[in-house]
């Protein structure tokens, strides 16, 4: 009688297993990540940060996504999401050294992940020396780490988020290389999510080939079992949907991901968008 009890049970989890296979539910240890351009504070309408702030709050809100990479966001827009989304705390630091410039500001779901270790560093001969620039371009540019730990599953990983300079390819190049160099720092066996505003289109510049091929990461757009929406251009800087394939805006990743979807998020309310790039995000399991 155990026997067949037994039995019984086994074979009602392999059907049960077997209904959520064919589902295509996405298992409860995957997470989302998102890159998301801010777009910078401005007062000016009519795309001005009160403007943009409750479309950007509802985005957020509808997407969930369980860490985001910002970039552009000045102190007190990050102060303002900040406030807005409370199930998140953030990390980060001002370009131009403590609440000074734009931030690479990590936000990240709390309840979810633990921080176990993060820092800086600058896109330039000097990456130790902070609002330092190197490449003759003009904005200090930079990477903020956060070595994670997901409590759902005790698994750690790194999380790395970047901007890279939009008017000079050579700076472009130069700090790929770097980037490059500060992941081989990192210890080999955990994995490592890089993602970011690139200002290069993807497959079409060098700096994704340099990424891609020197540290074997791969673009989750490309890895993904599900691609949501349409593929657009993710700068659209304000003028809407524009079809086409210029990504400038990435998710890459090395370690043991599976990819279940990705999407770029063109959300809008009454023809206000939250920022002038489209996020990016990407649903991951650590395998």
């Known amino acids: 009688m155990l026997l067949s009890m037994r039995s019984l049970l086994l074979c009602l989890f392999a059907l049960a297993t077997t209904i959520w296979l064919q589902s295509g539910e996405i298992p409860t240890s995957a997470f989302k990540v998102m890159t998301f351009n801010l777009r910078f504070a401005s007062d000016e309408p009519p795309n001005s940060w009160p403007e ?84 003759g371009n003009s904005n200090r540019r930079m990477v903020t780490w956060v070595q994670f730990r997901d409590r759902a599953t005790k698994k750690e990983f790194y999380f790395l988020n970047t901007h ?70 993710t700068f659209h800087g304000y003028r809407g949907i524009k079809k086409g394939d210029d990504r400038i805006d990435w998710i890459l990743f090395r370690g043991p991901f599976t990819v279940h979807s990705t999407e770029i998020v063109t959300f809008s309310k009454n023809a206000q968008f939250p920022s002038d790039h489209f996020p990016v995000i990407a649903e991951l399991e650590l395998k």
Not at 68 to 81: H, M, S
Not at 102 to 113: L, N
Not at 171 to 193: D, G, M, T, V
Not at 208 to 228: C, N
């Open 164 to 233: 890279l300079d939009h008017q000079i390819q050579e700076a472009r190049i130069k700090s790929a290389h770097l980037i490059n160099k500060k992941i081989s720092e990192f210890p080999p066996a955990l994995p490592l999510i890089l993602l970011g505003d690139f200002n290069a289109s993807a497959g079409k510049n060098e700096v994704y080939d340099l990424l891609l091929k020197e540290q074997q990461l791969v673009d989750s757009w490309s890895a993904a079992t599900m691609r949501h929406g349409e593929m657009v251009h």
């Open 52 to 135: 943009r702030r409750p479309v950007m709050q509802e985005c957020l809100k509808l997407t969930q996504p369980d860490i985001i990479g910002t970039q552009e966001g000045v102190y007190r827009q990050i102060k303002d999401l900040a406030h807005d989304l409370p199930v998140y705390d953030w990390i980060g630091l001002g370009r131009d050294g403590g609440s000074k410039g734009e931030f690479m500001a990590v936000f990240y779901k709390k309840e979810r992940f633990e921080p176990l270790a993060f820092d800086h560093f600058w896109l330039s001969d000097t990456p130790d020396l902070i609002a330092s620039t190197t490449w």
